[in-house]
């Protein structure tokens, strides 16, 4: 019994793409160590493809050492000419968006573990130790750097001259973007069973969207970070803690005044930007990943790599693809009528939106892709957890 607590607190606070994933592995594995068998499920083997659409690697360059085997949240910030990118070793580099050529290389030294995300003339990165970095976007001149409670994971955000920050002790900080100066902190308590989130605020206006433990999403102000609204988007059920277990864990999402929201064991769900009334709620579906939208459509990733297409006014499914069951794949990029996602073995895998038909495919990497693909000007900048960048065109 000890053993299984151990193992289930393992797998609680692994972070990753599925964390409900890592607890049914763990789960599985537990009938292996005990004597049984492990029936935890295995990813689904690639079939035979005939593309339809072509993915094609336009540049590609290696970046230090990637996430050197950590489970960190950095990701590519793409903007109308220049790329930016980070290692975990602290190395962050400028690269041409046309042809990938580097414009500059800075060495921090750092543990970092979030980001990069740029923020008017700056670049903002959290560390393992609790550190908040801004770099000059021409240079990567070090402009401030500010110590907080815990590691950041979470990807800062920043708007009308205030960066906002999620620490993993549960603690959400308001910065003045000019200087790193606290402008104001807002506090929640972490429930004694929680999951490592890698989910980041979101900003829409002068209101900081956040999601916590025990299904609430929160609404505060950006300028001083007080409480505009709370509300209880996803209902525990189950007679374990495990099974009551629920995280909003995902980064919310804002389309038309509807903020939309997932998490560990939390389905999906709809709630109105002005005053958090619950729209509507389905609990079908839920994973770890943000979601992404397009005109009438919501996509999503859910906790066993299956792909949905939800309809946005109500929630219903529309289609799921289960060919990449298990391939721990990453939050849906939507470009044109296309949907593609990055998986555990460094392939993209290119959907009809449509229908969910996989249309195309390539592999960038034998290294996981963790990090959603970013869409600029019809090309996707991926970059794997190996420390590979690329800028691929969809045809």
């Known amino acids: 019994m000890r053993l299984a607590l151990l193992l289930l607190s393992i797998a609680l606070f692994t972070p990753g793409c599925a964390q409900?994933?890592?607890?049914?592995?763990?789960?599985?594995?537990?009938?292996?160590?005990?004597g049984g068998t492990d029936n935890s499920e295995p990813p689904k083997e690639l079939e035979p493809l005939e593309p339809t659409v072509d993915l094609t690697v336009r540049w590609k360059t290696s970046i230090g050492k990637g996430y050197d085997d950590q489970i960190v949240n950095l990701v590519p910030a793409v903007t109308s000419s220049t790329v930016y990118v980070a290692d975990r070793k602290g190395l962050v580099e400028a690269h041409n968006r046309q042809d990938g050529d580097t414009l500059w290389s800075v060495a921090t030294r750092l543990e970092l573990s979030a980001g990069p995300v740029v923020a008017g003339d700056k670049l903002l990165l959290g560390?393992?130790?609790?550190?908040?970095?801004a770099l000059s976007l021409a240079d990567g001149a070090l402009l401030w750097k500010t110590t907080l409670s815990s590691e950041i994971l979470a990807l800062p955000k920043a708007g009308?001259?205030?960066?906002?920050v999620r620490t993993s002790d549960g603690r959400?900080?308001?910065?003045?973007?000019?200087?790193?100066?606290?402008k104001w902190s807002h506090e929640r308590s972490i429930p004694p069973l929680s999951v490592r989130s890698l989910g980041?605020?979101?900003?829409?206006?002068?209101?900081?969207?956040?999601?916590?433990?025990g299904g609430k999403l929160v609404a505060l102000g950006l300028m001083d970070g007080k409480p505009v609204w709370e509300t209880t988007v996803?209902?525990?059920r189950g007679r374990s803690e495990v099974?009551?277990?629920?995280?909003?864990?995902?980064d919310p999402l804002v389309k038309d005044d509807v903020v939309y929201i997932t998490g560990f064991q939390g389905g999906v769900t709809a709630v109105n930007l002005q005053d958090g009334d619950v729209q509507w709620r389905q609990n079908t579906v839920y994973s770890s990943h943000a979601l992404a939208a397009g005109r009438r459509s919501l996509f999503i990733s859910d906790a066993k790599s299956d792909v949905w297409q939800l309809d946005l006014a109500s929630g219903r499914d529309l289609w799921k693809q289960n060919a990449l069951h298990q391939r721990r794949l990453t939050v849906p990029a939507l470009i044109r009528d296309?949907?593609?996602?990055?998986?555990?073995?460094?392939?993209?895998?290119?959907l009809s939106a449509d229908d969910g038909r996989l249309v195309g495919r390539l592999q960038i990497d034998d290294e996981p892709i963790r990090a959603t693909p970013v869409v600029h000007d019809e090309t996707l900048f991926v970059y794997t957890s190996g420390g590979v960048l690329a800028a691929i065109g969809i045809n």
């Open 338 to 350: 296309r949907l593609v996602v990055g998986d555990f073995e460094g392939y993209l895998h290119a």
């Open 160 to 164: 009308h001259n205030v960066a906002v």
């Open 20 to 34: 409900f994933s890592a607890i049914q592995d763990m789960a599985g594995s537990l009938g292996g160590l005990l």
């Open 234 to 236: 996803a209902i525990p």
């Open 243 to 250: 099974e009551r277990l629920v995280e909003l864990d995902a």
């Open 200 to 213: 980041s605020p979101a900003i829409d206006g002068e209101v900081v969207l956040d999601g916590f433990g």
């Open 172 to 182: 959400l900080v308001g910065l003045d973007l000019h200087n790193g100066a606290m």
């Open 127 to 133: 560390t393992s130790n609790a550190e908040l970095i």
